[in-house]
């Protein structure tokens, strides 16, 4: 399978002007014209007569060879101003990214996301998580198989690798430590990286144990490293009671060593929510980071500006 169904036309979502194309590969508005023209680059023009260019043509056509190479980064890039980007206009094109089964591109776009200064919580609930649940519903509609699923999310979990290093260029010292991941029996890699790569933005030093750890090796790492906060993932529950029981003996041993538990993920439902306890629960990574920045709120960077007078 090397294409998932195509969606309803969104010409929002894909498509690129002269000006944007110029830019990233190096050339004139003017050159960019004369090679649509000359059938060069695949173009779609406006009722008023605007070129507009499909963004998996211009990515397809940097790969290959038949134009300057591009910065991906910068094609992704929307054309709104302001300090930070729509999470839906990511959103969208990661769907049409994850449609063509396109790993470089799905990676482009995460880092685009980033560095346009989404917010790594935003990026998981409004980029991420979307794009990933239309993957889930077309694996259950069995449009996609687990190959296919499998090489997506693949994709995903070695952006969220490379952004951890982009992360970490900007952390502070003296960071609290956190430690989280899935108990055993939940196999899912991306939501407690997700986690990872949040709190990791939120200032802390976080560790990820990964997912179908066993709650006695999840205490262990507690009594070695001493957080003040830990995060579960629950992204599938195998047998409820067993879970339940795990659970409670992690959290219990961290309660008892003053340590703050994060509870959260798709597998919670009221019921077993009902019957756990935690010291915060939320249905994203949005709440997560909120919960962290409450225990340790970020260092204030100084304002720049004149220097005070001396009296």
Known sequence: MDRLPDPPPDPGSSYLSTEQVAKAVGVSVTTIKRWVDEGILPAHKTPGGHRKLVLADVLRLTREGELPPADPCELLKPTTRGDSAEPAYFQRQLEDAIRRIDGGQIRAILRAAYQSRVPMAALADRVIAPAMRFVGHEWELNRVDVATEHRITQAVVASMYELRGLILANATRNRPVAIGGAIEGDHYVLPTLMAKLTLLEAGWDAV??????????????????????????????????????????????????????????????PELRARLPYTTFGDGMTQLAAFARSLHPLPQRPKRGRPAKKL
């Open 208 to 269: 990820n144990v990964g997912p179908n750890t066993p709650a006695a090796a999840l205490i262990a790492t507690i009594e070695r490293l001493k957080p003040k906060l830990v995060w579960v993932s629950v992204s599938h529950v195998p047998v409820v009671d067993d879970f339940e029981r795990d659970y409670k003996h992690l959290y219990y041993a961290a309660h008892a060593r003053g340590v703050a538990v994060a509870l959260g993920g798709r597998a919670l439902t």
